[in-house]
């Protein structure tokens, strides 16, 4: 028997759904197709899934931390309340994520290097061929089974030496062969070191090749279409992580896999990757069974989660992963949808807290290269960090929270169209840009990174990142905290303020903090400075620029000759894009993985005083910025 | 066989803080108080100058603390009247200095009023000749009220206002300009915060030479030994040549030790702790020694014997 249901309608959408009683108000939300900011996992602490009730009632929901003006205005903490009858809810536009996929024209909001393929010297190679095979038509003298005639041609004109065949594949051959005179394309995909023979077409079909591309990051999720004939980048689409809701780091996420099994991160993976895939192929002329592979990089915690394996082991000591260098599976195995015979590689991480992303942005900027020593640090919600040359590399990670990715900023939002990413002062008048001069709806990452850099060139915060009272009329208290508003409400695209407060400017400030520490703690255990850093990889989505100089001011990055210093975007999409492309690439993946060591920051004791020093703009020891 | 020298070489020196003004300077003090100016750690006069002795400064409420009779007892009746206790600190004890805290502002306590609290400062100033270290009560909100009413009926006097925190430096560093008065900067057992508090003071305009380092202090027992490497550290990073860390320290001990139910239980509650009367005054003359020796130059203290304990023990390591 089914539990009564009541109705309740979110407004101002008046979207309506049908819950039973007792459904928690944010899962209501959910099913109405919101997606909430809720980021703490439902444990009532951060504040994202505020909503206010506007008629009717809900049990629940009222929070010590509300404020008390919040309570008497209906406002209640979605994750906690459950309904009971009819209600009418109100969600604030600041509960909501700014837009939930990239769409259309998007691609422009994408930086124009994460979209070139890298030019590198592998010869090129993708991880799926499809090949054009006229088979000698088969005679007495010629005698050979269907099967090995293919694989036969297959070796010949690509020279590998072991291919395997699914028995369905082996069963579709004869009337295939024989149906198209022989005339068939086929299609073969890498599979550790050997080849699958994937599937067997009539006709030619070599010009449909694709595969998708992912970065999985914590916060964002970015996946690019790549032709493998034509080696370009199609189309890109974005998204917030799902798992938001699941706990914003990687850590609540492994805690709420454990509570409620670890089926539900990954379906919820699986299904942003299904609406990206979509994404990318709507209104486009290729279909899902052109795409032939998903090839994915991302935190290991992540990969887990994409593969459903167990994440149980790798928060506790001595932190291990299930796995780092998962095999390749057939896509539809785990519900992707692309073609059925498509093969789904997970590139190979380091350890359980430096995943894939780093080892493709070890490939993409080449570092495994170089005689002299580079720093490749990839600024997503976890920090991680790299140095190295040819003859070793060293890494470590830290967790930095997702303010740099613009979420967890009031204001924060992706790297998106109305973004504003760079802010600047002339003549004492604080000015922005936004991506594509779309109307400002909020600060990506860079933005973040300019304005308090800005605000503290001006004087209007002090070195603790605290505003100084009457330092400019655009300060003013909201809920209690201090805040600049840069765009008002009148100018905005989304209506509202458009402000940094005092707390975004602290998560900042601990993000920043965390890296800083980081980089300064994996130098000091190698003897060396950043001095001795020959070159200095900025890795990250802070969207196309980001302003050096400010990066330096806030104490993000350290006061190196600014030639030294490179911003290379998003290295895990630019490294797996080069892996998917070029056999060889994806090899020396496997190299780097091997030849990686990952220092634990967890056993370093003097973390939390260097973490205390850079918990300051620049830093305690402003002597190295100077 | 020589054995080699192996002493270290400072390269910097503790920046020299005076606190006080006499009649040609302003003021209407008889002497004045100067701290710092070393270019060694404690007691390592063959490695590099000490020109200036650690000081004591008397530790002066506005209302009688809660402390146990003994101690208020071994001060005398003078306690009830911080005029008194301030002159017989300077005159019996032999204190170098002043330190008047204004507890009875605390709006959880008494809440006196900034007017109240401006006439006792205005009081001991006349009481003693000595230069005085002026602390609010605790409360940010209200120190703010409290100190810059008291500053200004000292105004040239060049006192020591205790104490600048990240939470309220601002309107410290204002009160300290408007009136020519000396800064105690103030952080919680963290040298971080502490160089951090500095800058913060320095980028308000306010030079750090008139800066006195205050990193908390803890009684024996209670976290002595952080404090005492928080200082030590300090006092190196100064030495060694970090402008923003080369000010003189300060130790409030007789604020903290009477605090402690080791110093005060009686034995009945303590079987085999001894008489708290000897062990009480032992105890704060035991943490003042230990802040010596970390690099503390100014000694707040309590009980006239401990007083005279690390009078002598000044004479004897400086």
Redesign the interface.
């Known amino acids: 028997m089914t539990k009564p249901s009541c109705k309740v309608t979110f407004l101002p959408q008046h979207k309506v759904v049908d819950v039973e009683i007792g459904t928690p108000v944010l899962e209501a939300a959910s099913r109405a197709g919101f997606r909430v900011k809720s980021l703490c996992g439902g444990e009532g602490t951060c504040k994202g899934c505020k909503m206010v009730i506007k008629k009717g009632k809900i049990s629940g929901g009222v929070s010590g931390i509300l404020r008390q003006s919040e309570i008497d205005t209906g406002v209640i903490l979605s994750c906690l309340a459950s309904v009971d009858s009819d209600v009418e809810i109100e969600i604030p536009s600041k509960t909501l994520f700014n837009k939930d996929a990239i769409t259309g024209k998007a691609i422009d909001s994408f930086s124009g290097s994460e979209l070139d393929i890298p030019e590198v010297s592998f010869n090129p190679f993708p991880v799926i061929q499809k090949v054009y095979l006229e088979l000698d038509l088969p005679s007495l003298a010629s005698n050979m089974a269907d099967h090995q005639r293919i694989c036969a041609a297959i070796k010949e004109k690509l020279g590998f030496s072991s291919i395997h065949t699914s028995l369905n594949t082996i069963r579709s051959l004869p009337e295939l062969l024989r149906e198209n005179k022989y005339c068939i394309t086929a299609t073969i995909g890498a599979n550790c070191s050997a080849a699958e023979l994937l599937y067997v077409e009539a006709g030619n079909t070599e010009k449909e090749n694709y595969a998708i591309v992912v970065d999985m990051g914590t916060t964002t999720i970015v996946a690019h279409l790549v032709d493998l004939c034509s080696f370009q980048t199609m189309r890109a689409q974005a998204c917030f992580n799902g798992q938001a809701k699941f706990g914003r780091e990687v850590t609540a996420r492994m805690i709420a896999a454990e509570k409620s099994g670890d089926e539900q991160l990954h379906t919820t993976l699986i299904s942003d990757l299904n609406n990206l895939i979509s994404g990318l192929l709507e209104s486009s002329d290729i279909s899902k069974n052109q795409v032939n592979a998903i090839v994915c990089a991302g935190n290991t915690p992540m990969v887990h989660f994409l593969l459903n394996i167990p994440t149980r082991n790798i928060r506790r000591t001595p932190y291990i992963p299930t796995s780092v260098e998962p095999s390749p599976v057939r896509a539809s195995e785990l519900g992707l949808e692309i073609n059925e015979r498509g093969l789904l590689y997970a590139l190979p991480g380091i350890s359980g807290w430096v995943g894939s992303d780093l080892t493709a942005g070890i490939l993409a900027t080449e570092m495994y290269k170089g005689d002299d020593i580079a720093l490749l640090v990839d600024i997503g919600t976890n920090g991680e960090i790299i140095v190295g040359n040819k003859d070793w590399l060293m890494s470590c990670s830290a967790s930095a929270g997702p303010s740099l990715e613009g979420s967890s900023v009031e204001c924060g939002m992706r790297a998106e169209d109305g973004a504003i990413e760079k802010v600047f002062a002339e003549n004492g008048e604080i000015k922005y840009e936004t991506i594509n001069n779309a109307a400002p709806e909020g600060f990506c990452g860079s933005g973040i990174i300019d304005i308090i850099s800005v605000l503290l060139q001006l004087?209007i915060v002090?070195?603790?990142g605290?505003f100084?009272?009457d330092a400019s009329p655009h300060i003013s208290e909201r809920d209690g905290i201090k805040a600049y508003t840069l765009v008002s409400k009148e100018e905005s695209g989304s209506k509202e303020d458009i402000y940094i407060s005092e707390a975004d400017i602290e998560n900042l400030i601990t993000a920043k903090a965390a890296i800083f520490a980081a980089m300064k703690i994996l130098l000091d255990r190698l003897d060396m400075t950043f001095d001795d850093v020959a070159t200095f990889y900025l890795a990250g989505a802070f969207g196309k620029h980001i302003n050096i100089d400010n990066a330096v001011t806030i104490g993000l990055i350290p006061n190196i000759p600014r030639e030294r210093v490179k911003f290379v975007g998003n290295t895990s999409l630019m490294g797996s894009k080069i892996a998917t492309l070029y056999r060889e690439g994806f090899e020396k993946i496997k190299e780097i993985e091997e030849n990686t060591t990952y220092y634990d920051l967890m056993g370093a004791d003097d973390y939390v005083?260097e973490f205390?020093?850079a918990?300051?703009l620049p830093h305690?020891d402003?002597?190295i910025f100077e | 066989m020589d054995i080699p020298k192996v002493n270290e070489r400072w390269t910097s020196q503790i920046n020299e803080v005076t606190i006080g003004a006499t009649a040609d300077q302003g003021g209407t003090r008889s002497k004045v108080i100067t701290v710092g100016g070393q270019t060694t750690l404690p007691g390592m006069t063959f490695e590099g100058d000490i020109p200036n002795s650690p000081v004591i400064a008397g530790y002066v409420s506005d209302v009688v603390p809660e402390w146990p009779d003994f101690l208020k007892k071994a001060i005398g009746n003078e306690i009830n009247s911080p005029t008194e206790w301030a002159q017989k600190c300077v005159q019996e004890f032999g204190c170098d200095l002043i330190s008047l805290r204004l507890n009875g502002a605390d709006p959880s306590g008494d809440d006196k009023s900034a007017a109240d609290c401006a006439k006792v400062v205005e009081n001991v100033l006349k009481a003693v000749d000595v230069p005085l270290i002026i602390w609010g009560c605790g409360d940010d909100d209200k120190d703010a009220i409290v100190l810059q009413d008291c500053s200004a009926v000292v105004k040239g006097e060049n006192c020591l206002i205790g104490s600048a925190k990240e939470s309220n430096y601002k309107t410290i560093v204002a009160i300290c300009k408007a009136d020519n008065h000396k800064i105690i900067s103030e952080a919680p057992v963290d040298i971080n915060i502490g160089k951090q508090v500095n800058i913060l003071l320095q980028d308000a305009g306010y030079d750090l030479k008139d800066v006195v380092m205050f990193q908390t202090t803890a009684a024996l027992g209670y976290g002595l030994d952080y404090v005492y490497t928080i200082l030590e550290r300090a006092r190196m990073t100064g030495l060694k040549g970090d402008k923003l860390m080369a000010g003189p320290q300060l130790a409030d001990v007789g604020g903290e030790v009477w605090r402690i139910k080791d110093a005060v239980a009686s034995e009945e509650i303590l079987p085999g702790w001894g008489d708290p009367e000897r062990r009480g005054p032992s105890w704060e003359a035991a943490c003042a020694a230990d802040y010596l020796q970390a690099g503390a130059d100014i000694l707040v203290m309590s009980h006239p014997s401990a007083i005279k304990t690390i009078q002598e023990t000044i004479t004897q390591i400086a």
């Open positions: 004087k002090n070195r603790s605290k100084i009272d005083e205390q020093k918990m300051f305690t402003i002597e």
